[in-house]
């Protein structure tokens, strides 16, 4: 495993902070988040013309660049910091990997392209009403309808999934249950048959939206009823990819309110110099180093295709939301009544911090999932 | 100059073990070898016993020894932090005195700094050292000195000057453990092991020539020790390791561990023994409750979590890139990881956990983490001091507002109990 990034992925990173600073600054965050796609297209082909995110994990014979889930890694945590709004992770992280997973060659080569230069928005629809996060919980129908197939039921909480181009869709054959029946599907965002409403969220930044599916045609991607493993697959790297962009949001509160504390007077002294702000301070910070030390473990593990890698991306999942959601509860503490405001932007990252807590399945879960991986 | 590479050096040290190592050395006699031919300390100056090799280059010569079994010059406990200090702040005599004897082995010392009445502020420090006539009279009493009661000489911490602010007035010395002025009575500690004494000195006496650096100088010095011990906190585990290979220099290693380690034999407990979580999860059954298996993977993830940090802090050691902040958080960490093992080896032994020695799980091992993880996050610097140091040197946080530094130390409110 790799505990160090390369000269070259420090110099990544650095760009990227930089080009993210002057692109996504809260008041950026702030007019997106007012909207109902939640992005701005022009925004996000500025992103993609010039850095080439969207393409970054998808290999190179498929439009990519080829790089690995480390790099994965790094971008979400830059953005997560940033708290950018982009279809990013529907599109390259839960999408794109998805198709790599699951697809044929041929769709690879016809499905990838696209979203790699950005071109194409795509998303993966799976979790439905009952919010499972795992194959259980599938009851969306895939019925054979000649060279096709028609797809029945609901899913919901899909991100970016009222704006997407294009709709994965993990869906079951009749009758089966559990991992058994299951396959990925494509389907056109404006299909016939297929109903798309925007959810109100919490986190604005974040939206999610609930689609009806009514015998909507679907292209299979890859094998019938072999949906089980690139499914699982297809998670542990999006829950290694949350987990970075989750400390990412929490090392940005971390600095936020230590600067704050830095700043703000009582009782004739700097609040940071009382040792409650202080030692508060440190557990943030021993809290965060953690918890990226378990999100960069697991990106290694990924890049690597450590064995161990099922366990270390629930591990960094359930590690990585609890530190993020108590580093925005200790950071609105330390703001005391002006972080209780809506003008004061921690409420932005405290609300990602709710809704990344949760999305993927929250810490109980995943520790359950790192306990069964590791067969104790 | 030198133009020195992992290579290169790894080339040369190898062939010069191949050439000269044996098990059938004494331990004395091989220490003497390695110290002359520089390899004992690398990093130590050309002058005194090393070859200037940089730190990160040091790790290469440890591979190289250990890969052969070579025995080491001696490093455990406070001997390494007694001539690292004297190294930086001894006079040409001291380090002519004391370095070459005490990378043998053959000094052995103990650290005379806390005091009943100075624990996290040790500059706080009320032992009183006097020139009288053609020595330094001593008197006071110090505590927790691990191996006090074997020692040869004691790296000692007194205040020779009580009108001047309290760091300004103390002062180090090199203090003979062996004279009448000295007694040393073990301190018997909650988990029922007595590896520290208290030491106190009557009269004791110590000759001008075996005062560090200058009067007045002391916390200085002080600060050179606790630096070396700070670094070296999270290495008990590695050190005093014995081979079981055979030979005559394995068996006088051994004899010498097993003193030396004598009163830590029950510091992997102190640091909680996640390794025994697991096994004991399904041997129990407990593995099967639901809110137990949160508790574990919880502790793991800590675990887990801890040691790749201190990897994180290793590679970028090894880099050469400054030392970010996962670097300063060891000790703290350690801490969160013993009480919450020792929470979840609760949770584990249930009613059990009420019972101690041969009717305890595991013939009293598990009753031994309970009582002794409380002295993890106390001894070495408290969390709340570790806490400190990495607002205030990481974060860069201000201060709180002293009232003992800017006055005569005799006008410092003080603990009536010392």
């Known amino acids: 495993m790799q505990f160090s990034f390369t000269d070259e992925q420090q110099e990544f990173r650095s760009v990227l902070r930089r080009f993210l600073d002057e692109k996504s600054p809260p008041t950026v965050v702030r007019r997106l988040m007012e909207t109902e796609s939640g992005w701005d297209r022009a925004a996000w082909h500025d992103l993609n013309q010039q850095l080439g995110l969207t393409a970054v994990h998808i290999p190179e014979e498929y439009g990519g660049q080829g790089f690995g889930p480390v790099e994965l890694g790094i971008v979400l945590e830059e953005m997560g910091r940033a708290l950018l709004c982009a279809p990013y992770f529907s599109s390259t992280v839960l999408a794109a990997t998805a198709i790599m997973h699951a697809a044929s060659p041929a769709q690879k080569r016809a499905l990838l392209p696209g979203i790699a230069a950005g071109d194409t928005i795509a998303t993966l629809a799976f979790t439905e009403p009952n919010g499972r996060w795992d194959s259980a919980g599938i009851a969306t129908t895939a019925t054979r309808d000649g060279a096709a197939y028609r797809l029945d039921g609901t899913k919901s909480f899909v991100l970016d999934g009222h704006t997407a181009d294009q709709i994965v869709v993990l869906a079951r054959r009749p009758g089966s249950s559990g991992n058994d029946g299951l396959s990925f599907f494509t389907v056109a965002g404006d299909a016939p048959g297929l109903s798309r409403r925007a959810l109100k969220t919490m986190d604005a930044t974040r939206k999610l939206a609930l689609l009806e599916f009514r015998s909507v045609e679907a292209e299979l991607l890859g094998e019938e009823g072999a949906g089980a493993e690139p499914f699982a697959r297809t998670m542990q790297l999006a829950a290694v990819g949350l987990a970075n962009e989750m400390v990412g949001g929490a090392e940005k509160l971390r600095e936020s309110a230590l600067d704050y504390a830095n700043l703000r007077v009582q009782f004739g002294r700097s609040i940071a110099s009382f040792q409650s702000m202080k030692h508060k301070q440190a557990d943030m910070l021993v809290d965060v180093e953690l918890a990226k030390s378990a999100a960069y473990a697991a990106a290694s593990a990924a890049a690597e295709n450590d064995p161990e890698l099922p366990a270390l991306a629930s591990l960094a999942k359930a590690c990585a939301a609890e530190t993020y959601m108590q580093t925005a509860i200790h950071t609105i503490q330390i703001h005391g009544g002006i972080g209780f405001t809506w003008d004061n932007d921690t409420h932005l990252w405290f609300k990602r911090a709710k809704s990344s807590e949760v999305f993927l399945g929250d810490p109980t879960y995943h520790r359950e999932l790192m306990m069964q991986a590791w067969n104790v | ?418």
């Open chain 2, 1 to 418: 100059m030198s133009e020195q590479t992992e290579a290169s050096v790894r080339a040369e040290v190898r062939a010069w073990l191949e050439a000269n190592w044996s098990p059938e050395y004494g331990l004395v006699e091989w220490r003497n070898k390695l110290i002359d031919s520089g390899w004992g300390v690398p990093s130590w100056p050309k002058q005194w016993f090393g070859r200037e090799l940089p730190m990160a280059l040091e790790r290469v010569v440890e591979e190289e020894m250990q890969r052969v079994g070579a025995v080491s010059v001696a490093k455990t406990g406070i001997r390494r932090l007694a001539a690292a200090t004297l190294l930086v702040h001894g006079t040409d005599a001291q380090k002519e005195r004391f370095l070459r004897r005490s990378l043998t082995g053959e000094d052995t010392w103990c650290q005379l700094f806390s005091e009943p009445g100075s624990g996290s502020d040790l500059a706080g420090a009320t032992t009183r050292a006097e020139f009288k006539g053609n020595r330094w009279v001593i008197n006071g009493q110090k505590v927790w000195t691990t191996s006090a009661h074997h020692a040869d000489w004691g790296l000692l911490l007194a205040r020779t000057d009580w009108d001047l602010p309290k760091h300004q007035g103390l002062t180090y010395f090199v203090l003979n453990m062996h004279q009448p002025g000295v007694q040393v009575h073990p301190l018997r500690q909650m988990n029922g092991h007595a590896s520290f004494n208290q030491v106190f000195f009557t009269d004791a006496e110590v000759p001008p020539e075996n005062m560090v650096n200058e009067i007045g100088r002391g916390w200085a010095v002080a600060t050179t020790t606790l630096m070396h011990e700070r670094r070296g906190a999270d290495g008990i585990g590695r050190w005093g390791q014995s081979s079981d290979r055979k030979g005559r220099i394995y068996d006088e290693e051994r004899a010498e561990n097993a003193t030396v380690m004598e009163p830590y034999k029950w510091y992997p407990q102190r640091a909680g023994r996640v390794d025994l979580i697991v096994q004991r999860a399904k041997e129990t059954g407990r593995n099967t409750d639901p809110v137990v298996r949160q508790e574990i993977a919880k502790l793991l993830t800590l675990s887990k979590t801890a040691e790749w940090t201190a990897l994180r802090a290793r590679a970028a050691q090894m880099q050469g890139r400054p030392q970010g902040p996962e670097g300063s958080l060891g000790k703290l960490i350690s801490s969160h990881v013993a009480r919450a093992a020792a929470r979840v080896h609760t949770l584990i032994s249930g009613a059990d956990a009420m019972l101690t020695g041969e009717d305890a799980p595991m013939n009293g091992l598990i009753a031994e983490i309970l009582v002794s993880v409380p002295a993890g996050s106390i001894a070495g610097g408290t969390d709340e001091i570790q806490r400190n140091i990495i607002s205030e040197r990481v974060l860069g946080m201000p201060k709180e507002p002293r009232t003992d530094n800017d006055r005569p130390f005799r006008d410092v409110p003080k603990n009536l109990v010392a």
